[in-house]
Structures are given as structure tokens and as C-alpha cells.
């Protein structure tokens, strides 16, 4: 599985962004999307995740009500709309897939195919 990310950039607090992540060559028919986070000197945090088998979504705490995961599976790619963006939000953003449903909490350890990243820094 190859996984691109993007969408990343710029936003003023409040404001909004939308990560896209282009995935090609995958061979199972159920298996997690995950999206996470790593901030300058922090640990990688998972932040969302969906279940391709029922579309079943999860949020962790710091992101629920703000972000949206969601997948086109005709096009083969997943997206994050990330709204009321927060400064603390700023960090590189990676997709993921795992072989399997989502983890939880959403941790990094079973998923085995990540995207590059995508830098979104949220300031005024």
C-alpha cells in the first residue's frame, strides 16, 4: 500500500483545513485508516480512525467535534476536515492503514503502511 498525504498548510485559529490522503494498491477488503499527528518534541498522536468494513469512525478527545474522517472509495482516497482549528493543532500530519479494525485507543503500533506527511501550523 502507498499512501500520499496533503492538504496541509497555513490557517489562522478558527480556521479550517481539509488533509487528503491518495492510497493505491491495497489488497484486503477490511482494514483501518487512521490519521495522526506529531508535534515538534512530542510523541505521535492518533487522532482519528476508520473502519472500511462499516465506515464506523473515532476521535480521540482533542479533536472530537472538530475533525471528520471519511473516505471515497471510488477514488481511493481518505480525507480529514479539520475545523475550528487551534494553535495547538500545529504538527505533521501522516495517514496510515492497518490490516485490521481501528485500535483503541488509536495507537501508531498496528499500523504498517504511513504516508509522508503533511505540515499544518495553525497561527495568527
Known amino acids: 500500500v502507498q499512501l500520499q498525504a496533503s492538504g496541509g498548510g497555513l490557517v489562522q485559529p478558527g480556521g479550517s483545513l481539509r488533509l487528503s490522503c491518495a492510497a493505491s494498491?491495497?489488497?484486503?477488503?477490511?482494514?483501518?485508516i487512521g490519521w495522526f499527528r506529531q508535534a515538534p518534541g512530542k510523541e505521535r498522536e492518533g487522532i482519528s480512525c476508520i473502519n472500511s468494513s462499516d465506515n464506523s469512525t473515532h476521535y480521540a478527545d482533542s479533536v472530537k467535534g472538530r475533525f471528520t474522517i471519511s473516505v471515497d472509495n471510488a477514488k481511493n482516497t481518505m480525507y480529514l476536515q479539520m475545523n475550528s482549528l487551534k494553535p495547538e493543532d500545529t504538527a505533521v500530519y501522516y495517514c496510515?492503514?492497518?490490516?485490521?479494525?481501528?485500535?483503541?485507543?488509536?495507537?501508531?503500533?498496528?499500523?504498517?503502511?504511513w504516508g509522508q506527511g503533511t505540515q499544518v501550523t495553525v497561527s495568527s
Open positions: 494498491g491495497f489488497t484486503s477488503d477490511y482494514y483501518a
Open positions: 496510515a492503514t492497518a490490516p485490521f479494525v481501528c485500535p483503541l485507543p488509536i495507537e501508531t503500533t498496528p499500523f504498517n503502511n
